[in-house]
Structure formats: structure tokens, C-alpha cells
């Protein structure tokens, strides 16, 4: 095809119902991506925050800009639908133009997860060797009550192992020799045998308490899934691309169909 058949295929009728099609559709599911970052957002500040703020490299932050990216997100996809569904070309435009702001903001948060992965292990290692040191202190209750919610939540028991809890600061002080919090008990709490426990696993049947560390179940999450979540974001974000481009050719098309209406 030469180039003015291109142009008139573009200004045609049939195509620019297609693009329009392609572009709703595009605008729904971006409109659904917004829903679940900020529901994500909301989430985490809910229900994760204790247990991100036992990491060192936590950002309090996080939460309200995951909610704030989602809202932004909603609001846009909305206004997308609309501009798509009116043929307004220099708002196309305008649409196209902030989906490659999202798609700059996704692929450096996707590269982002590749590159600090190492430094948010450490940064959650450290965090809970604090947060052991500091269990029982009535000064750093949240602290208590985010590791006891994660040993809950996760049915883990220490940092590497249950064995953490025997050297740590809360255990000397209880005077209990081998003990460890009840938020380790794999049984009812109340019959769980979470004192005076051997050193080492083999010596028993079954131990009571988890015997995997909170820090070797996450950094194992982590290696299994965080190429897999980042290459999704990754995915995602050049998805965006795929959006504006859809955008700015319906928005052509328009242009030149109004120019031949007035030729």
C-alpha cells in the first residue's frame, strides 16, 4: 500500500470504529489495573504495614503512593473511556502522552525490584534481628505484635530457625531456657509445648512450633517469585506503550477526517 492509501484507511470509517473498540477495551482493563493498585495500596497499609516495618529499607510511604497511583489510574481510565467514546483528538493525545508517563514509572519500578532485590533481603534480615533483640520490651510493642503477627501469618518461628528465640534477649530474661513466643505454636496455643525445647529438631518426633525461619520462608518467596512479579510489571508497563499508540492512531485518524470533511 503507498503511503495516501495508508492515510485513507486510517481516515476511513470501519477503522477508526476499530481503533475506538481497541482503545475502550485497552481503557477498561487499565481501568481495572488502577482498581487493583489501589486496592493493593489499601491493603498494605491495612494489613502488611506492621509486618513491612520490621524490614530496615521499609518506606512508610509505600502504602499512600500505591493508593495514589491507583486512584490516578482510575480517574484517567475513566477519562479515557470518555475521550475515546467523544473522538476528541487532542485529548487522544493528552491520554497518549500520560500512559507513557506510566509506562516510564512501571518499567523503572520493574528494573527497580531486579536491581535492590538483594539489598531488601538484607534490609528484612536486619530488621528482624532488631525486632528479636527488642520482643517482649514493652517500649516496642508494635515491634512484639508484628512478629508475632508474622510468625502467625507465615508459620514460621525465629530468623533461620525456631533455635533463634533460645539466645535472644526475650528467652534470657523469661528464665525459660529453650523458649520461644507462642505465636510459634503449630497447635493450640494453650497445650503447645514452647518451653524447654531440644536443641536440635531430631531429638522429637514432632516439635509443636514451626521449626522454618520467617526470613529463610520470605527470601525463598522472593527468589521463586520476584523475577516472576517483575517480569509481569515489566509486561505491563509495555503494555501502556501498546495504549498510546492505539490512542495517537485514532486520534490521526480523526484529524484526518476532519481535514477531509473541510477539503
Not at 526475650?170 to 510459634?184: D, F, I, M, T, Y
Amino acid at each position: 500500500m503507498t503511503k495516501g492509501q495508508v492515510q485513507s484507511a486510517m481516515a476511513s470509517a470501519p477503522f477508526a470504529t476499530c481503533m475506538k473498540t481497541i482503545l475502550m477495551v485497552f481503557n477498561i482493563i487499565f481501568w481495572i489495573t488502577g482498581i487493583a493498585i489501589l486496592a493493593l495500596g489499601i491493603w498494605t497499609k491495612v494489613q502488611l504495614y506492621m509486618y513491612m516495618e520490621l524490614s530496615e529499607d521499609y518506606y512508610k510511604e509505600a502504602p499512600y503512593v500505591l493508593i495514589g497511583v491507583g486512584a490516578v489510574i482510575v480517574v484517567v481510565g475513566s477519562l479515557g473511556c470518555c475521550c475515546t467514546a467523544k473522538g476528541n483528538a487532542c485529548l487522544l493525545y493528552m491520554y497518549a502522552g500520560f500512559l507513557m508517563i506510566v509506562f516510564v514509572a512501571e518499567l523503572s519500578a520493574g528494573v527497580s525490584g531486579f536491581v535492590y532485590k538483594g539489598k531488601l533481603e538484607k534490609g528484612f534480615q536486619d530488621g528482624l534481628n532488631k525486632a528479636l533483640e527488642k520482643y517482649g520490651n514493652p517500649k516496642f510493642a508494635t515491634k512484639s505484635e508484628a512478629v508475632d503477627g508474622l510468625q502467625r501469618a507465615l508459620h514460621c518461628c525465629g530468623i533461620s530457625s525456631y533455635e533463634d528465640w533460645f539466645t535472644s534477649p526475650w528467652s534470657r530474661k523469661a528464665g525459660k531456657g529453650n523458649s520461644v513466643p507462642k505465636s510459634c505454636c503449630r497447635v493450640n496455643e494453650d497445650v503447645c509445648k514452647n518451653t524447654n525445647l531440644p536443641a536440635k529438631a531430631g531429638n522429637r518426633t514432632e516439635l509443636d512450633v514451626y521449626e522454618t525461619g520467617c526470613h529463610t520462608l520470605v527470601v525463598e518467596f522472593m527468589n521463586g517469585n520476584l523475577a516472576l512479579i517483575g517480569g509481569i510489571a515489566l509486561g505491563v508497563s509495555f503494555f501502556q506503550v501498546f495504549g498510546a499508540i492505539i490512542a495517537c492512531c485514532l486520534a490521526k485518524s480523526i484529524n484526518k477526517s476532519k481535514y477531509e470533511q473541510v477539503a
